[in-house]
């Protein structure tokens, strides 16, 4: 006695795992394919989806038909005989050949029939063309259509076709943004194109999608789609930066230890200052961002920019930020210059930035 209920007890634990895994589905997970806000992931997920129907058609039958078999062909009591055995029957061996030929070929249509589509280079006076860069670990994006560049934050216009140019300047890396599109694999002297489009206004998440080293997990991305008109100021206040000219008290203090000799410049440009560098991210309108590096450290404010400024190598270790020990005066001074900087914020944006985490 005792040995059965354990037995049931023992046949539980997998039902649980599976159950777990299940309904570990739930929830509201935003960062999700299957929360698709553009055509291209749209299509990503119904060539997923249709697929795994099919396949949970075959597994139903499949599973269906060895469950009758043993139960149809079982050992009864009283049979003691071998059954007949059979060895070859071509029709049948020709027949199931046949058979999973078909399944094959009618699992590659919903990907094939997509693939023309997305394949796509987007064309005509609407499109938005950005250039992705990875770095260990960050995202440029360049935007040649306006000549201007900026970091980790991309920003749309909902509706219209965005032509992606992706590519490295390290490692391989790979862009994804689920909820627009799959991943695109960013590759060292390579260019991978794809489009992307987003109808929903949003801001959404995505990240590096390849192993690229020690803070893969910490190259995160969030894209903004916002209404053409907001896309717009958002470009000219890039086109009209705030600059340098107007800065009084702890800002200009700031921007003066961010000028200093052998220091921020040498790595980051700000547009309306002489900050050329190009090490590091550009920080221009750093002050509208949703994130410190590379949205490592959520929201951007004050005291995240500070534990940023503190020790860089402590929060992101391995990184190309390797500057001396700045003091508590000049992390102050260094922020609020920095929360200076700012640049068009969308609805989308001033949503984001009260409920930093949401999407
Ligand atoms: Cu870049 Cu992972």
């Not at 589905?25 to 960062?31: A, D, E, F, I, N």
Request: with cysteine; proline share 7%; glycine share 10%.
């Amino acid at each position: 006695m005792g040995g059965g209920g354990r037995h049931r007890k023992v046949a539980l634990v997998p039902l649980a795992l599976a159950a777990a895994a299940l309904l570990g589905g739930c929830g509201t997970y935003p960062q999700s394919d299957f929360n698709a806000v553009g055509p291209v992931s749209q299509l990503q997920r119904s060539a997923l989806v249709e697929d795994m129907r099919f396949l949970g058609v075959i597994g139903i039958i499949v599973i269906g038909l060895v469950i009758y078999a043993a139960i149809r062909f079982r050992h009864r009591p009283g049979e003691e005989e071998t059954p007949a055995q059979v060895e070859g029957n071509p029709r049948l061996e020709i027949a199931w050949w046949v058979v999973i030929a078909l399944g094959l070929i009618f699992l590659v249509v919903p990907p094939l029939r997509d693939e023309f589509v997305l394949a796509q280079t987007p064309k005509g006076p609407d499109v938005v063309h950005i250039k992705v860069v990875g770095h260990q670990w960050w995202w440029e994006f360049q935007y040649p259509d306006y000549q201007f560049v900026t970091a980790n934050e991309m920003h749309i216009p909902v509706g219209a076709k965005v032509d992606l140019q992706v590519t490295s300047a390290d490692v391989i890396h790979s862009f994804w943004a689920p909820n627009i599109a799959g991943t695109l694999d960013a590759i060292p002297g390579r260019v991978n194109t794809e489009w992307i489009q987003a109808d929903k206004p949003g801001v959404y998440w995505g990240q590096c999608k390849e192993f690229c080293g020690l803070n893969h997990a910490n190259m995160r991305l969030r894209v903004v789609a916002e209404s053409p008109a907001d896309f717009q100021k958002w470009v000219d206040s890039h086109q009209h930066p705030v600059g340098v000219a107007q800065l009084t008290g702890d800002a200009l203090a700031g921007w003066q230890v961010f000028d200093g000799p052998g220091t921020c410049k040498n790595c980051h440009t700000i547009d309306g200052t002489d900050a050329k560098g190009i090490i590091g991210p550009n920080l221009t309108g750093i002050g509208s961002r949703l994130g410190v590096a590379a949205m490592t450290l959520v929201p951007n404010d004050a005291q995240n920019l500070s534990t940023w400024l503190h020790d860089p190598q402590a929060v992101k270790p391995g990184n190309d930020m390797v500057i001396p020990k700045l003091t508590e005066q000049q992390i102050k001074e260094l922020i609020a210059f920095l929360q200076s900087q700012k640049t068009y914020e969308s609805p989308q944006v001033k949503a984001a930035l009260e409920n930093p985490l949401a999407q």
